[in-house]
């Protein structure tokens, strides 16, 4: 059987594709220029040890994968901060958080509650064992919280001072007869993520009459695709500055994606090749939202099919012991990049343990990212 055509392609060659969401198209687009196909699993238990982690390898990865739930001091600030470092490092953020309930439920999950995860995280995921409609209800979740980021509410109340008289009898009174002199306006600005709606009054020395309401809605309008120069032939053009690449490709769209959990890396999981294949035709049906799977190899099998595979469970041997079998008490199976990437057409490696416990996190990350980046040019043909 021929290998899929996602196989041998580079990643910026299916960015491009038009079965590519937009998401998904920036994510291949920044694996490209950033030359990593690396992921890291952040499972710390603190917001300074996730924001240090972050900065440690932010560089090395293209997406950041959190459990915001294990963070014992998590906060909207500890999310705001991750997201400064990721727009600073160029990587995305993928919150872990395996929704697995009725579609009313994990709305609230992902919209609401103490983490809020659809402000934050571009991609999450979710198991489909309560069948296609937790698809739709996140997918629905996300664009209502994109439509509430991108719409602005903005009122302004005018308002004309009282002329201040005083009869013969020295009482001062109001006369709201008099002609306007000048206008004020007590204004609502947009209310800030995560802040607090407050009103502007001015001037203030002076007693009003409202004499208009006037209340705009302004509605902001995303860049949903990378953004790729061309020279007059309408080719692309490249440069061998990633920094000069990185700007030109442009900050994330606020936009949302979805992985759907098709194999787990623990053994003796539960997920079957008939579950996987109910999970595959789940995936075509909302193509547009959901972005890929998280699996231990490429579900990609139908022309057209252009889903990007994330897989756990990987770890390189210590220097010196190649080839060692790698796993834990716990059932945890490592494969290594080479065999994912290249054997088993995985697209971005996931990675925990094997950087976030090394003495040099960076350096660690470095060797993940030039192991899983060499499997990938093996694979299309590159080396």
């Known amino acids: 059987?021929?290998?899929?055509?996602?196989?041998t392609s580079t990643y910026r060659a299916r960015s491009a594709l038009p079965t590519t969401g937009p998401l998904a198209s920036y994510l291949l687009s920044l694996i490209s220029v950033k030359q990593t196909n690396l992921c890291l699993s952040a499972d710390v238990e603190t917001s300074a040890e996730l924001l240090q982690l972050a900065e440690d390898?932010?560089?090395?990865?293209?997406?950041?994968?959190?459990h915001c739930d294990i963070v014992t001091d998590w906060t909207d600030r500890t999310a705001q901060a991750l997201r400064e470092i990721a727009k600073r490092k160029w990587f995305l953020i993928f919150e872990d958080r395996k929704f697995a309930d009725i579609g009313e439920t994990v709305q609230k999950q992902y919209t609401s509650g103490h983490h809020r995860i659809a402000l934050w995280a571009e991609i999450t995921n979710a198991h489909v064992i309560p069948g296609p409609a937790i698809v739709t209800a996140l997918e629905q979740a996300a664009e209502a919280t994109i439509t509430k980021y991108n719409t602005s509410v903005n009122t302004e109340i005018f308002a004309t001072p009282r002329t201040r008289q005083t009869n013969g009898d020295g009482v001062d009174y109001d006369d709201d007869d008099e002609d306007i002199h000048e206008e004020s306006a007590i204004e609502s600005p947009i209310e800030l993520e995560g802040g607090e709606r407050r009103l502007s009054i001015k001037p203030m020395d002076r007693k009003h009459s409202v004499v208009s309401v006037t209340t705009s809605i302004s509605m902001r309008t995303e860049s949903i695709s990378p953004r790729h120069e061309t020279n007059g032939n309408?080719?692309?053009?490249?440069?061998?500055?990633?920094?000069t690449e990185l700007i030109r490709l442009g900050p994330p769209p606020f936009l949302r994606s979805l992985l759907l959990l098709a194999e787990m890396s623990s053994e003796g999981h539960l997920m079957t090749p008939d579950y996987q294949r109910k999970t595959v035709e789940i995936a075509r049906s909302h193509s547009k939202f959901v972005m890929g799977f998280i699996a231990q190899r490429s579900l990609n099998t139908e022309e057209g099919d252009n889903f990007i595979t994330m897989t756990p469970g990987c770890q390189l041997p210590p220097p010196g012991q190649e080839g060692k079998k790698l796993g834990d008490a716990l059932g945890q199976q490592y494969n290594t990049p080479r065999k994912l990437i290249l054997e088993q057409g995985c697209d971005v490696i996931i990675v925990g343990r094997g950087i976030v416990r090394a003495q040099n996190r960076k350096s660690e990350a470095e060797r993940y990212k030039e192991a899983a980046w060499a499997a990938y040019e093996e694979r299309i043909g590159k080396i």
């Not at 059987?1 to 196989?7: E, I, Q, R, V």
């Not at 309408?234 to 920094?243: I, M, P």
Request: glycine share 8%; aromatic share 4%; proline share 4%.
């Open 1 to 7: 059987m021929p290998s899929h055509s996602s196989l």
């Open 234 to 243: 309408g080719e692309e053009v490249f440069s061998l500055d990633t920094a």
């Open 57 to 66: 390898v932010g560089d090395s990865i293209c997406v950041l994968k959190t």
